[in-house]
């Protein structure tokens, strides 16, 4: 299986003879590995760490995705700031499950209005984690 850069890929492994296989469960996730690597097994997919991806496409014209992770519930805050460090648009600010969650960004701030071309960050704060990745805007 071909890794690309920021990417989220779900392995399932099976047992290639069933009737002498031995397993303590049916499947196994591995989450993250080049960002320090965990692995959980189970029925589903439950991140074992805090994670922030880079936003995709990027550059992007019109809409962009960011995709996170939540190692267990609480408060978060996903913002996107300016080159000045302004917040301009609020995107998530609340409380979350555990869990895998991607939500799109339109290139628009909080009041609605289309922002300029050019750099801005991604943050995503909850409870002692903090990550900030970048993101380009083309108009």
């Not at 097994?41 to 995709?67: C, E, Q, V, W």
């Not at 190692?71 to 995107?91: N, P, Q």
């Amino acid at each position: 299986v071909p890794f690309l850069q920021d990417s989220v890929i779900d392995i399932t492994i099976e047992p290639l003879q069933p009737a002498n296989a031995h397993s303590v469960c049916s499947a196994f996730w591995i989450y993250d590995v080049a960002g320090g690597g965990s692995m959980s097994s189970g029925k589903g997919p439950t991140p074992l760490i805090y994670s922030l991806k880079t936003a995709s496409p990027s550059p992007f014209k019109d809409n962009t995705t960011i995709y996170y992770s939540i190692a267990k519930a609480g408060k978060i805050s996903l913002k996107v700031y300016d080159i000045t460090g302004r917040c301009i648009k609020i995107i998530e600010n609340g409380i979350k499950d555990a869990g895998r969650y991607s939500v799109r960004w339109n290139g628009c701030d909080n009041n609605n209005h289309k922002v300029a071309t050019g750099v801005y960050f991604t943050r995503l704060v909850s409870g002692n984690f903090t990550s900030t990745k970048k993101v380009v805007l083309l108009r």
